[in-house]
């Protein structure tokens, strides 16, 4: 298989051939159907010319022609009986179509450059045959010749066509060289870009890239770099997810295990037991919610088509969640402040449930007792947002950029007394990505938090 930069090179110089062809064509093209009849007339009335001087200065015709043969012309004189004369360097070919030598004896006056045919690959301003002439009669010593003339190209452009050969000859060197340094310069950070794929295959994301360049090929670079860089975070946070499921698992599964072996003694009190057991059930559960948001996320992120999206009642629905959570509320003395509107989405109402308990459950989980907690709703440029505002302690700002990863946890001494996993955000996150809406939080330390959710209204 040819490289890209030969491949490149080949193409180059077939259009510079293919080129070349095509404009010598429509030059031969130009010539027959414009110049020719123009140069046909020229010399036809430069042959008068010399008829007309032949018969006004009938004794100085020879030295005549020859003078004009040296100016850059082909005059081929004869009377058709033998007498031929060439002033001048001679023709190349000197046959004519049968009877028009004689119709120029007869007084006719031959166009045969305006009647010379016409040839794809043959200019006729270049072929030095008496049929590619212009023939006049001339009376000359009492006797009728037949004068046919044409310009000598040798002498006429003789260093002009050495001149031009020299101009193309070089300019077609300079453009193959041209041509392989602009391909060069084309190819190589393409081939840099295969190299990093390379690297990017052996688990290697540390590719530096020239994205200076202003064109498409500094932009493919700029955003290989971005892709790169994506991928390494990627891959980061593969490596951290893992372990973190790991640990999460490890922890309630190394509790059971404590104290399934403590539970063996049998001389343990029941009501030491009874503890332990519930510290079981509970571990167990943990790990049940777990395994089911870890499957729910899996889900969202490799079946995007698995909403089951109809329309429901938004209002009915987050009154649904708050009755759900009312125990909470009155255990902790919140107040609670509802803003809905009746307005129906579109969306998966079991997926977007579990976004409104999570936001719920959040903001009664780190408001201090006696706070508030505020859920309101309203239609916006064709999004219907959804509002959870808490007085809570609020989150700290170099938190906030991260609240949304897996596993991330902002207070992480307090996440073993609310048995979070870490991955409620995110799982509400991906649920709105997947309904092409958004969420946002903001968040004042010691005044409280608001999550912000735009989804598309009917």
Known sequence: MKSLYVRMCLIFCSVILVSSVLGFLVSNVHYHTKLKPLNDAKLTQMALQLKGFN???????????????????????????????????????????EGEFQKVL???????????????FI????????????????????????????PDVEVQFGELRIFIAMLIGVTLLFCLGFVLITALHIVRPITRLTGATKKIVKGSYDIKLNTSRRDEIGQLASHFMTMSQELERTNRARQEFVANVSHEIESPLTSIQGFANTLKDSSLPEDQQEHYLSIIEEECRRLSLLSKQLLTLSSLDYDHKS??????????????????????????????????PDVSIQGDADLLYQVWMNLISNAIKHTPEGGTITISANIDSGNCVITVSDTGEGIHAEDLPMIFDRFYKVDRARTRETHSTGLGLSIAQKIIHSHKGTIEVSSIIGEGTTFKVSVPYL
Do not use: C
Not at 123 to 150: C, H, K, W
Not at 313 to 329: A, G
């Open 307 to 340: 909403l089951q999206v109809k329309s429901f009642d938004l209002r009915s629905q987050l009154r649904q969640v708050v009755q759900i959570m009312e125990w909470k509320l009155t255990d902790k003395q919140l107040a609670l402040r509802l803003r809905l």
């Open 123 to 150: 200019t006729g301003f270049f072929d030095n045959q008496l049929r590619n002439s212009i023939g006049v009669p001339l009376d000359m010593n009492g006797e009728r010749y037949a004068l046919f003339m044409r």
């Open 55 to 97: 018969e006004s200065h009938p004794e100085s015709i020879e030295a005549y022609l020859q003078s004009v043969a040296s100016l850059g012309y082909k005059i081929y004189l004869s009377n058709g009986k033998g007498d031929e004369r060439f002033f001048g360097r001679p023709f190349s070919k000197v046959e004519l179509i």
């Open 106 to 120: 007869d007084g006719q006056i031959y166009h045969g450059v305006g009647d010379f045919p016409n040839e794809a």
